[in-house]
């Protein structure tokens, strides 16, 4: 989401603060112009290494490597819509009403959450604080002046600048953009195309062919359901762990994880075998800081609550508490989650809310590493999310509700009831109240993804 990339912010009359420019990054630059005051004099900076804002959600059709040789950020497909109900990640300041001028349905198209998230950036007047084109190469702590050194490569001029100081740095380089790839024997005989779900871009691409999707989470569900929905042959999803438990429409059947490739032939670990045309790895990511010294350095796999990281946000290890990471959960919550630990993060850094003692610190982690470790199904999770986000909301003392519990509860009930319609169900967003209204076209049915046909084509109430 977003960062994304990483953020730096110093306080005081030399202060700067830095950041990438996805949903958390923004949030940051979002968050700290809504408080800024007249007597603020430090200064806020944003690198971005794409040349565009948006994070994941400014599309690219590049894969692998970008124009200037560095890592594709982006893992997003022209046919992806909202994984969950818009009502869950809604601003409270800045509604779906606010931006579109009408109530539109629930799961929209991934151009049209873009053009959601610019209309909440424009609006604030953000852009000029963004460093396009930017990418941080190196951050470290100095302990004798008790601030930062960040090296940024223009990557236009191909030049790295000169090194420059903050007192604050925020990481929002967001934490799905290094594939997480696994071997299998005898890959290297299978004929067809393999690829990760990063790569992927296009579902029609796969008309016609029958696919096996390693993974049982997000990734594995989308892109099942969309290559058949652009008219891929039978999909056969294996997982590692546990199978997702959806009833799959025809079409789509669910194996224990493969064992082996043996040229078309798939073999998997029930002792059953089955002929595929391409493999796509939808087996998540890995948490990546190449810019980020060592003690800097936040380690983790994917979690509810990344160890390390005071309310999820502050990092324990070097820095004295003046390295913030936005955006590293595991997410049902998204947009308002990052939103509000960026308000929280500004507010700790603007001085306005205190840190407690190191101890208290880190028992406070504990407290919630230790509910992480009780966890037992999605429905704990939205739980156990909710809590921290309105944890934070406390502490900031915001004035909205920012619980959707029960929005994602019966957004589960819906995938689990049929993951073919779980998209067509209606909500009613929280903040304005007004009832939600269903889609012109059913999901599956609905091939057109764009602003105009979303949005235009939804009549007004
Ligand atoms: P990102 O969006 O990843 O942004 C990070 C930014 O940091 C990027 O702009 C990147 O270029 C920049 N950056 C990285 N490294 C550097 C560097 N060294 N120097 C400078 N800049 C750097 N969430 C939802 O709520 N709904 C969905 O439907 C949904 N679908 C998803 C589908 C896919 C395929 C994926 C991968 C994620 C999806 N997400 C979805 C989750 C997504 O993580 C968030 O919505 C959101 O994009 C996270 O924002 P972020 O700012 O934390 O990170
Ligand atoms: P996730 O949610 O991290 O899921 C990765 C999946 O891949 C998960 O089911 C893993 O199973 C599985 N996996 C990982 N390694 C293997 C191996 N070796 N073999 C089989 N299966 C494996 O990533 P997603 O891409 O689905 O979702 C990421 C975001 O993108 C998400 O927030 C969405 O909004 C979109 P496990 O359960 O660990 O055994």
Not at 131 to 158: A, C, G, I, P, Q
Not at 173 to 180: A, K, L, Q
Not at 200 to 216: D, M
Request: glycine share 8%.
């Amino acid at each position: 989401m977003l960062v994304k990339n990483p953020f730096k912010c110093m306080q005081g009359p030399t202060s700067r603060q830095a950041s990438g420019a996805g949903p958390s990054g923004m949030s940051y630059l979002y968050q700290d112009r809504k408080r800024r005051d007249s007597g603020d004099t430090y200064e806020v900076v944003c690198y971005e290494k794409q040349s565009n804002w948006g994070g994941l959600w400014n599309y690219t059709w590049r894969t692998g490597l970008d124009e200037y040789g560095e890592p594709c950020h982006g893992g997003m497909y022209q046919d992806l819509w909202s994984n969950g109900p818009k009502e869950c990640l809604e601003y409270p300041d800045y509604t779906f009403e606010d931006h579109f001028g009408k109530v539109i349905p629930s799961f929209p198209p991934r151009a049209v959450l873009f053009d959601y998230l610019k209309g909440r950036w424009e609006k604030a007047n953000i852009r000029n604080q963004v460093r396009f084109n930017m990418l941080v190469k190196s951050v470290t702590y100095n302990k004798e002046t008790d601030d930062f050194t960040v090296r940024v490569k223009d990557l236009k001029s191909d030049m790295v600048l000169p090194s420059e100081t903050f007192s604050h740095v925020v990481v929002a380089n967001g934490h799905f953009s290094v594939p997480n790839v696994p071997e299998f024997d005898g890959a290297e005989t299978f004929p067809g195309r393999i690829l990760h779900s990063h790569d992927f871009r296009k579902a029609s691409e796969f008309k016609g062919q029958r696919l096996l999707i390693v993974g049982a989470s997000y990734s594995a569900e989308d892109l099942a359901m969309q290559c058949r929905k652009m008219g891929s042959g039978n999909v056969i999803c294996c997982w590692r762990t546990k199978p997702t438990g959806f009833k799959w429409p025809k079409g789509i059947e669910e194996r224990p994880n493969l064992t082996k490739i043996d040229g078309n032939t798939i073999h998997f670990k029930d002792g059953t075998t089955a002929d595929v045309d391409a493999i796509i790895f939808c087996t998540g990511y890995l948490y990546k800081y190449p810019f980020l010294s060592e003690t800097l350095c936040l380690k983790t796999g994917l979690r509810m609550y990344p160890p390390g990281l005071y309310k999820g946000t502050v990092w324990m290890g070097d820095g004295n508490n003046k390295l913030m990471y936005l955006g590293m959960q595991d997410q049902y919550y998204s947009f308002t989650m990052f939103d509000i630990q960026a308000e929280w993060a500004c507010a700790v850094i603007k001085g306005s809310i205190k840190l407690p003692t190191r101890d208290e610190m880190e028992s406070d982690i504990s407290k919630w590493l230790k509910k992480e470790a009780a966890l037992k199904d999605c429905y704990d999770d939205i739980f156990f999310q909710t809590e921290f986000v309105c944890d934070l909301a406390k502490e900031v003392g915001c004035q909205h509700n920012l619980n959707v519990k029960a929005l994602f509860d019966k957004w589960e009930d819906d995938k689990y009831a049929d993951v073919l319609t779980y998209r067509d169900q209606v909500f009613s967003s929280v903040f304005t109240g007004t009832p939600g209204i269903k889609h012109h076209t059913r999901w599956i049915e609905a091939i057109d993804d764009t602003l105009e046909t979303f949005v235009n084509q939804t009549p007004n109430k």
